[in-house]
């Protein structure tokens, strides 16, 4: 089975500090995604990256940055965290895209900042 | 550019009876669709996937969907629903060309007993 871990389920921050969310996935897989899930927003895509030193920005770049120095490795960096940076967020992975692929997911980093 | 939009915020449904929620999508290429589900303080799970092959596409746990291109339109179904059926679902397209995957806002699914 595939499997996408994130190092932290519940993580609390303060305001201004800096942040870094884990993501490492098993299966040699070439995509490398980083979501937010907020209420009535569904997921949202902050960053991607298509293969090791690759990133693209998603629909929601700002505030944050992504290292990818290895292929199993995806980093967020939340360089100084803000209340409105509180939400779950989810890493995914997957080989490069076909018309059957699907993206495996973690099981999510709650982030409060206070 | 891609996008999915699911017509539903919220859906409620009683045990037993039918279930649909509605996704319509928007791509410049062929899609790739999918359904994903969340349950409460769960990862998300991929339900079913439409892969060209067949327009009615059957996923796990009874679900359904049937990909109808004239309508730009991949909505959900199952035929009786269950109390452990209540999570959130998403619609998902995958943008092939650039490799991104696009989520909808979810629908949360009730179930009423």
């Known amino acids: 089975d595939v499997k996408v871990t994130q190092s932290s389920r519940y993580l609390v921050k303060r305001t201004g500090e800096k942040v870094f969310l884990e993501c490492v996935q098993d299966m040699d897989h070439e995509n490398m995604f980083w979501y937010r899930q907020d209420p009535g927003l569904g997921l949202r895509l902050i960053y991607f990256s298509y293969d090791v030193k690759m990133k693209e920005k998603g629909d929601i770049p700002e505030g944050y940055s992504v290292s990818r120095e290895k292929k199993e490795r995806f980093s967020l960096i939340l360089e100084s965290a803000s209340t409105n940076q509180t939400s779950m967020y989810l890493c995914?992975?997957?080989?490069?895209?076909?018309?059957?692929?699907?993206?495996?997911f973690g099981q999510g980093t709650r982030l409060t900042v206070v | 550019a891609q996008s999915v939009t699911q017509l539903d915020s919220h859906v409620s449904v009683s045990e037993g009876t039918p279930v649909l929620l509605r996704c319509n999508y928007s791509?410049?290429?062929?899609?790739?669709l999918f359904w994903y589900v969340q349950h409460p303080n769960k990862g998300l799970q991929l339900l079913l996937k439409y892969t060209s092959a067949a327009t009615l596409v059957k996923g796990i746990n009874g679900f359904e969907a049937e990909f109808k291109k004239s309508e730009t339109s991949f909505h959900l179904t199952k035929p009786s629903a269950h109390m452990s059926d209540a999570a959130e679902y998403f619609c998902?397209?995958?943008?092939?060309?650039?490799?991104?995957?696009?989520f909808g806002k979810g629908t949360r699914l009730h179930i009423l007993p």
């Open positions: 998902v397209v995958s943008a092939l060309r650039d490799d991104k995957i696009i």
């Open positions: 791509s410049s290429y062929s899609p790739s």
């Open positions: 995914a992975s997957s080989p490069v895209l076909k018309i059957t692929t699907e993206a495996f």
